[in-house]
């Protein structure tokens, strides 16, 4: 990694770059965010577009650098973007088209293109509260499916999201693509099977567990008595016995057809969605 991109502090000045050069060692150490051991090392990840970006900075992420190709120059909002980046420490680099296409490896680039600190929310710190929906996703595989239920759990008015065991990357570009800026709205955070285990004896929740030998349809649950976590297994081989075993309740979503199951972020969509109507339905006093 280079010196500049490892400096950038909150207390460190901000300065505007013009970079063409996709050799230019600021510009690989970003294109190296691709990979997880990247994002890991420096704690930071990739956003594209100038929506998410606005959305990162209003919700009170820190960004690192803004990048813009040189036709977003003078645009009102990326100049806004570039100010706040540079009044915050960050750096702000105006790039060619060459060069941010080769930052996201898409021949039609967004023109604006934030680097932010990661954020992970400690499970200890999860403390759910009345009417409160959580979900818990035993080791999802596929970005599509976390960046969408990202999304969905933001839109149903979930609390938030706790991935339990091996899972993809919630700050992996594909995952942030997916969650259409959700991501920076719904807190994340990461468990072990056992210190899930260990957390949910102690934090008063109601475990939902969907599986597709539930003995529960997923529509005759109270989800009103206790904050709920919805747990959902693994695209492969559902939930292992270990975590179903800590369920509340086993849930299955009576099917029709031929297919076996559902996707997991549909799977995960349906049962969000009645979660949270049994909530609201109390909330307007039904
Ligand atoms: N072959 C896997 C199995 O045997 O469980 C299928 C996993 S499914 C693609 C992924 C997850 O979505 C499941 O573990 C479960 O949490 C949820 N799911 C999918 N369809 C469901 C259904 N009809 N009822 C309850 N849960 C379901």
Redesign the pocket.
Known sequence: MSKDFHDQGPRRVGQVKEVTSLANPIIKDIKALTNKKSREESGTFLAEGLKLVIDAIELGWTIRTLVYAKAAKGKPLVEQMAARTVASGGLVLEVSEKVIASITRRDNPQMVVGIFEQRWKPLKDIRPREGETWVAL?RVRDPGNLGTIIRTADAAGASGIILIGETTDPFSLETVRATMGSVFAVPVARATPEEFIAWRKSAGVCVV????A?AVD?RTIDYRKKPVVL?????????PDQLAGQADAL?????QGRA?????A???AV?LFEARRHLLLLAEGK
Do not use: F, K
Request: no cysteine.
């Open positions: 035993d567990a969907t599986h597709l539930g997923y747990l959902m297994g693994n695209e492969q081989s559902g939930l849930a299955r979503i009576p099917q076996d199951s559902l996707n997991l549909v799977a995960t049962m």
